[in-house]
Antibody
Framework: QVTLKESGPVLVKPTETLTLTCTVS??????????VSWIRQPPGKALEWLAH???????SYSTSLKSRLTISKDTSKSQVVLTVTNMDPVDTATYYC???????????????WGRGTLVTVSS | DIQMTQSPSSLSASVGDRVTITCRAS??????LNWYQQKPGKAPKLLIY???SLQSGVPSRFSGSGSGTDFTLTISSLQPEDFATYYC??????????FGGGTKVEIK
């Protein structure tokens, strides 16, 4: 069974750094044409793509949040980690990880998603 | 970054209605456009990829069309389980896989 599961703190204080882990099963992070993306959704609002990392270690970040984001992967542990620095109450959201795949390089879609984890930023 | 604009932001429809949702890109994205469905409290689900390809297991009442900058998602006969929010996403720019603002489909 192919799954993704997010884990991390449910509450962080303003200015702290958030570290989220996406643990995948049923597929390898070293598979060709496979990547993992992080997406967030503030309560009642739209989806916002944050970052992704591919099997070849290619990474990309949201332009508006680039200075605060770092994505990395540990293939042996089947984990992708996202850190977000200098957290603010506006960063309160459900954070999802999703598998990126596609029939050829460049034609991507997010075919599997984790359940998401709600992170609240409050003092 | 490529901006994705969906319209309408919400709509009311009845079971059996034909529903069309539009997504417009700020520049040409060829056919690199996906559609997702999200129900309250749940993760999004892939419906359509590459503008018109139906994801495995998705009912055939869902269809997608368009290329360049203008795209549509059509539900041919709305079913009770289709009341949800729908998002488009461009993947033309692999540097930023941006989503549209969403369209909420509600019961009339």
């Amino acid at each position: 069974q192919v799954t993704l599961k997010e884990s991390g703190p449910v509450l962080v204080k303003p200015t702290e750094t958030l570290t989220l882990t996406c643990t995948v099963s049923g597929f390898s992070l070293s598979n060709a044409r496979v990547g993992v993306s992080w997406i967030r959704q503030p309560p009642g609002k739209a989806l916002e793509w944050l970052a992704h990392i591919f099997s070849n270690d290619e990474k990309s970040y949201s332009t508006s949040l680039k200075s605060r984001l770092t994505i990395s992967k540990d293939t042996s542990k089947s984990q992708v980690v996202l850190t977000v620095t200098n957290m603010d109450p506006v960063d309160t959201a459900t954070y999802y990880c999703a598998r990126i795949t596609g029939p050829f390089w460049g034609l991507w879609y997010f075919d599997l998603w984790g359940r998401g984890t709600l992170v609240t930023v409050s003092s | 970054d490529i901006q994705m604009t969906q319209s309408p932001s919400s709509l009311s429809a009845s079971v059996g209605d034909r529903v069309t949702i539009t997504c417009r890109a700020s520049q040409s994205i060829s056919s690199y456009l996906n559609w997702y469905q999200q129900k309250p409290g749940k993760a999004p689900k892939l419906l359509i990829y590459a503008a018109s390809s139906l994801q495995s297991g998705v009912p055939s009442r869902f269809s997608g069309s368009g290329s360049g900058t203008d795209f549509t998602l059509t539900i041919s006969s709305l079913q009770p389980e289709d009341f949800a929010t729908y998002y488009c996403q461009q993947t033309y720019s692999s540097l930023a896989l941006t989503f549209g603002g969403g369209t909420k489909v509600e019961i009339k």
